[in-house]
């Protein structure tokens, strides 16, 4: 199956720079022309810098890339998501060359474990080429049972879990609720949300460094998710060179 991407967004990395300053390393970085991070698109081959949201529709990915992109670009409630489609916003790394920093939406991954296992092939091959992945759940969640199965399958060791984040979403909606604007959590919830990444720790197997919580909705903890982003990224170019 071939990696179908329809790109949402498309500017230059100068823009999402603006937006989030701890992204300016970006422009450093020296990519390579080279076939493990190439992808074909309609305008030809391009070699992308690839973070991957992955995650159950309705978990928030659109929503989490509307954020941090600034825009709303990507479709929010879609339930006909299990397309098996990427979807994806381009910045623009090279005036010359054509490198690009791409953030992906990967919608229905854990719609059905049936699914799963036909497209467990496809989603590793996707994965194989991202630098960094951030797994979406939803911090006012208690039960991991399937997440985690799936989550297993996709990533069957240390090495593979490197480039993972598990990224919480829905803070706002963790016990006690508060109706403080804009959103922060109080001192109760806080104890809540750190036990929730306790408990995502142990079950998937994952080191609580790789682990945040935020709220796309309330615009929470961005900040957060993007250094921890930059902080996967950065870790592999140094292991690279
Ligand atoms: N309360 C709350 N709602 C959210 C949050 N993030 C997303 N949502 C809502 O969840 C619904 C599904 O979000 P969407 O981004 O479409 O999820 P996707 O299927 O994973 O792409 C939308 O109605 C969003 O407004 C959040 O942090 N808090
Ligand atoms: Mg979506």
């Keep these: 199956m ?12 100068d823009e999402l720079i603006e937006r989030y300053s701890s992204l300016s390393f970006l422009k450093s970085i020296q990519l ?12 030809g081959t391009t070699y992308d810098l690839q973070v991957i949201f992955i995650g159950k529709t309705g978990y928030g990915k659109s929503t989490t890339l509307n954020s941090i992109i600034g825009n ?25 060359k054509p490198y690009y920093f791409s953030l992906c939406d990967l919608p229905g991954v854990g719609e059905s474990t ?11 091959d996707i994965l194989l ?14 039960d991991f049972t399937i997440d985690e199965k799936i989550f297993s399958s996709l990533f069957q060791n240390q090495a593979e879990k490197k480039k993972v984040i598990i990224a919480l979403n829905y ?25 929730r990444v306790n408990q995502v720790s142990q079950v998937f197997d994952i080191q609580r460094g790789n682990i945040l919580f935020y709220s796309a909705g309330e615009q929470y ?6 250094n921890a982003i930059r902080g996967i990224i950065q870790q592999q170019y140094k292991l690279l060179r």
């Excluded at 706002?172 to 036990?195: G, H």
């Design 2 to 13: 071939s990696l179908d991407v329809q790109i949402e967004y498309e500017s230059d990395i």
């Design 32 to 43: 390579r022309a080279d076939a493990s991070i190439s992808w074909d698109r309609e305008s």
């Design 72 to 96: 709303r670009v990507f479709e929010t409630n879609d339930v006909s998501s299990c397309t098996k489609k990427l979807h994806s916003a381009e910045y623009k790394l090279h005036s010359k």
């Design 114 to 124: 049936e699914a799963d296992e036909r497209y467990l092939e496809w989603y590793r």
């Design 129 to 142: 080429k991202s630098n960094c992945v951030v797994y979406v759940l939803r911090a006012d969640q208690r």
């Design 171 to 195: 803070a706002d909606k963790v016990e006690p609720i508060n109706r403080k604007y804009p959103f922060q959590p109080s001192e109760a919830q806080l104890i809540n949300l750190r036990n």
């Design 221 to 226: 903890n961005m900040k957060i998710l993007i």
